[in-house]
């Protein structure tokens, strides 16, 4: 399992999800929207904070979106300058009116890229440590038909859609910004979730499905994390949510350096390995200048590319912090080490299911222990409840009480310490 922090600028310090305490680590993040009824519609800023209150984070936010508005309009806007300068916001999300970025490449180019640059040099010049975090719409649910005539690729979604990521993603590389991939999000679920309707009636602005979609794209965008496990909107049942923040949540993480690699995000990577007992750690981080290890057993480095011994067996959390002048970002890992270094094993002897999971998972340990103790956390790391057995091999565990979302199993034997992925499906 491997977990993302992410500390904006100000706060430049980490945090790391320990297993054997009970933490939530709260973090207030301040977001501007500048866009139109695509963000307004349904209140897709407020959403977004439910969202991020539900999971242990807290937003502050500010928005101008006008019907119809586009990045001209914002850029000589006196309400929308008024509020970029009114203080160092963490993130400015941008988007355009939802056509224009689907047009032919030459129109896009003059029509829309000037005053993203234009928006985009306002934001830096307020503070240079703010994101600029790009709002990727979707396309129309049958197409562009009112441009279809003068350039046929809007014609179908799938047209539209592919123009709409390629602009996007342009802006971000012409910007040295972000991109919310919440239109990727939106062809993902249209494609294997058919039932879920993400527009209203007039084929184009999102249903109350489509902006909670909208929200969980943003929270992974912006706090790194997933969305499962986190509030849902209030008419959405919680099989339907669940889906929406699964298809977000992997959408955003599973393609993090594709999203964000053009911004100023410190994106830390690792890999390991062990030759001789030692433990060889490779730092693979983008957009950063410093780095700060915690390997999990009360010992630390700042050497991007450290070796590290453990003394004794167990299971470690290991934590990387890649730092530039704005914003900290910590990626976590768990390491398995035995008296001959690395080890995988344990993690394939216990078996816990079904997973997803409803009313009870079962946990084979393969063998009688004489003490095992297991502890239940939530998405957020926070503890809720531990359990302890004596001289068992299979465990049947209640979950009766929890909802649906995501979960962690730390499971403490006599012999090391395992941490399991459970979901839970109600």
């Not at 706060?11 to 939530?24: D, H, K």
């Not at 008024?82 to 993130?91: L, R």
Request: net charge negative; proline share 4%; charged share 15%.
């Amino acid at each position: 399992m491997l977990s993302y922090l992410i500390i904006m600028k100000h706060r430049i310090f980490y945090l790391l999800l320990a297993f054997n305490t009970s933490i939530l680590y709260a973090q207030q993040t301040s977001v501007l929207f500048l866009g139109n009824s695509y963000t307004y519609v349904n209140n897709l800023p407020q959403t977004l904070k439910d969202l991020a209150l539900s999971l242990g984070d807290s937003i502050v936010f500010d928005s101008n979106t006008p019907g119809g508005y586009t990045f001209l309009g914002h850029s000589t806007n006196t309400t929308s300058i008024q509020k970029i300068n009114q203080q160092a916001w963490d993130y400015v999300v941008l988007q355009e009116q939802s056509q224009l970025p689907s047009f032919s490449p030459g129109q896009v180019s003059t029509a829309v890229y000037p005053y993203a640059r234009m928006l985009d040099s306002m934001i830096l010049a307020n503070d240079s440590c703010t994101e600029t975090l790009f709002y990727m719409t979707w396309g129309r649910q049958n197409g562009d038909a009112s441009n279809c005539a003068s350039y046929p690729p809007i014609c179908t979604y799938d047209g539209m859609q592919q123009r709409l990521r390629e602009s996007y993603m342009e802006m971000a590389l012409n910007n040295h910004a972000s991109v919310s991939p919440v239109g990727v999000a939106w062809k993902r679920v249209r494609d294997n979730y058919p039932s879920i309707n993400l527009y209203q009636t007039d084929q184009s602005h999102p249903s109350i499905y489509g902006t909670y979609l909208a929200a969980c794209v943003f929270y992974s965008s912006i706090f790194h994390r997933s969305s499962v496990g986190g509030f849902i909107s209030s008419g959405i049942s919680s099989s339907d949510g669940l889906i929406l923040q699964s298809v977000a949540s992997h959408t955003v993480l599973d393609s993090l350096s594709l999203w964000q690699s053009n911004g100023d995000i410190p994106l830390p990577q690792f890999s390991y390995s062990e030759n001789n007992n030692q433990i060889i750690f490779s730092n693979q981080s983008d957009n950063s200048s410093s780095y700060s290890w915690d390997f999990g057993d009360g010992t630390f480095s700042t050497n991007p590319n450290p070796q590290h011994t453990y003394s004794t067996a167990g299971t470690y959390i290991v934590g990387l912090a890649a730092e530039n002048n704005c914003k900290s970002m910590t990626r976590i890992d768990t390491i398995q080490i035995q008296a001959t270094g690395i080890t995988t094993s344990s993690l394939n002897e216990i078996k816990t299911y079904p997973n997803p999971a409803s009313n009870v998972i079962n946990i084979d340990l393969r063998k009688n222990y004489p003490d095992v103790q297991i502890s239940i956390y939530g998405a957020n790391g926070q503890l809720i409840e531990t359990k302890e057995y004596r001289s068992v091999e299979m465990i049947e565990l209640n979950l009766k009480e929890l909802s649906t979302g995501l979960y962690f199993l730390k499971i403490d034997t006599d012999r090391d310490v395992i941490l399991k992925q459970v979901l839970i499906e109600k």
